[in-house]
């Protein structure tokens, strides 16, 4: 107990966090733990926080944080005290945890760390149980009527999955942490599908041929009523931040603004709204059309096709946290339909990506300044460089993204584009 006699600082708490429980984000497999039962001897121990408030579930391979924003941002506007818990943070540990759009203050983190830390010391949690159990003890400690909780990785054994909600949402199915979740697309359905409870609504955004079977089979395992988004909306077009969008039951058409731009922001809006129809049917009080619309056009996502250019910048200066294949085919799909006369293309991306599939999706005629984020998973900026190459990628290697964000500024013109992207850590880095 002596060591523990002095409180910690917060900067001393998240460096704690880092080096007795590694974030998967920052160090990749071995940080991996998988199964639920760390999770639910922690939340015994707090006595099951959890159970005090109710909850929104979503899963999905893209999309998870924008739809798990645009779900807060509409039950904050229609009143509800709301809780929100993602993941990965861009810029501090406490964007994670967020109850009406305050993140949790830095001296709760604290007392909770302190609180917890003989249970941390002997249990052995992963960063992310930690943080998941903080979350619900922080949430039920806010009195929140709702939390929208995004499940960090797969579904069946993510730490989140203790959790009964009112509704679960699955976006969509892609590859992506194969070597965890399996290397078919149906094997990932069924890990996604884990989060199905009975007799809970299911939404999963895309009708795939190669996963609905598996979702629909599941969701009749456990009575669950489903509906594939798909189905129900379609964006008909969109242009910046306006969406016409079409209802597929009624053929009924009309307009929103949504927080967010990005194209493939498209896709989730419909599995937002195909999610909304849901829970309003299951919420205490129905959710009105006015404060859909106000939510949605409140609902923000940092570092998702975000424009960080100043006034001192020499051309837009765009970021994307997209980062496997599916992300990254709608960011360079947008890209192909921006006017410029220069690319500068700031590439970072960690180790475990399938750079076999995502090198070619990139633009040829780009220049790249191939770099790496300050963390241990990051890819070397040298290596990174010379498997572009050889999939006919051109460029420079620069040592740090700060460096190379400057040397795009340096090289830039006013009809020039900059992009940075790759990693969501990259995107971290610039903002």
């Given at each position: 107990m002596e060591k523990n006699s002095i409180m910690m600082t917060y900067p001393e708490t998240i460096d704690y966090l880092y080096h007795t429980a590694p974030m998967f984000q920052q160090v990749g497999g071995s940080a991996y733990k998988e199964g639920l039962e760390t999770t639910i001897e922690l939340n015994e121990r707090l006595g099951n926080p959890y159970q005090a408030f109710q909850t929104v579930h979503v899963a999905g391979t893209n999309g998870k944080g924008s739809v798990s924003q645009m779900l807060y941002a509409v039950l904050r506007e229609a009143g509800y005290r709301v809780g929100l818990y993602t993941s990965p943070h861009l810029k501090d540990f406490r964007e994670r945890i967020q109850v009406n759009g305050i993140p949790m203050p830095e001296a709760a983190v604290v007392e909770f760390v302190e609180r917890m830390r003989p249970d941390i010391e002997t249990l052995h949690p992963s960063f992310f149980e930690i943080t998941t159990v903080m979350a619900f003890d922080w949430f039920r400690h806010e009195g929140v009527d709702i939390a929208v909780v995004e499940v960090g990785m797969g579904g069946r054994l993510d730490c989140t999955n203790v959790i009964?909600?009112?509704?679960?949402?699955?976006?969509?199915?892609?590859?992506?942490?194969?070597?965890?979740?399996?290397?078919?697309?149906?094997?990932?359905?069924?890990?996604?599908?884990?989060?199905?409870?009975?007799?809970?609504?299911?939404?999963?955004?895309?009708?795939?041929?190669?996963?609905?079977?598996?979702?629909?089979?599941?969701?009749?395992?456990?009575?669950?009523?489903i509906f594939f988004a798909d189905q129900r909306y379609r964006c008909a077009q969109h242009e910046g931040r306006l969406y016409e969008v079409e209802n597929l039951l009624d053929g009924y058409r009309f307009t929103l603004q949504l927080g967010m731009e990005g194209d493939y922001q498209q896709r989730n809006l419909c599995t937002a709204l195909a999610a909304l129809d849901c829970l309003t049917e299951r919420l205490s009080r129905p959710l009105t059309t006015m404060e859909v619309r106000r939510g949605l056009a409140e609902a923000r996502v940092p570092g998702r096709w975000q424009n960080i250019a100043t006034a001192a910048d020499p051309c837009p200066i765009i970021c994307d946290t997209g980062h496997n294949e599916a992300g990254l085919r709608f960011v360079t799909a947008q890209l192909a339909r921006q006017q410029y006369h220069t690319l500068y293309f700031i590439l970072g991306v960690v180790a475990d990506k399938d750079l076999d599939h995502i090198l070619p999706l990139l633009p040829r005629e780009a220049h790249y300044l191939f770099t790496q984020a300050q963390l241990p998973r990051a890819l070397s900026a040298e290596t990174l460089a010379g498997r572009a190459r050889a999939a006919g990628l051109r460029g420079e290697v620069v040592p740090s993204i700060p460096a190379a964000l400057a040397a795009a500024r340096a090289a830039a013109n006013a009809d020039d584009l900059i992009f940075v992207g790759g990693s969501t850590f990259t995107v971290a880095e610039v903002l």
């Open positions: 009964t909600p009112l509704v679960s949402v699955i976006t969509n199915i892609s590859f992506d942490h194969m070597q965890f979740l399996g290397d078919t697309l149906p094997k990932i359905a069924a890990e996604k599908a884990g989060i199905i409870k009975p007799a809970v609504p299911v939404v999963v955004g895309e009708y795939q041929p190669e996963t609905a079977p598996t979702f629909i089979a599941r969701a009749h395992e456990t009575d669950s009523p």
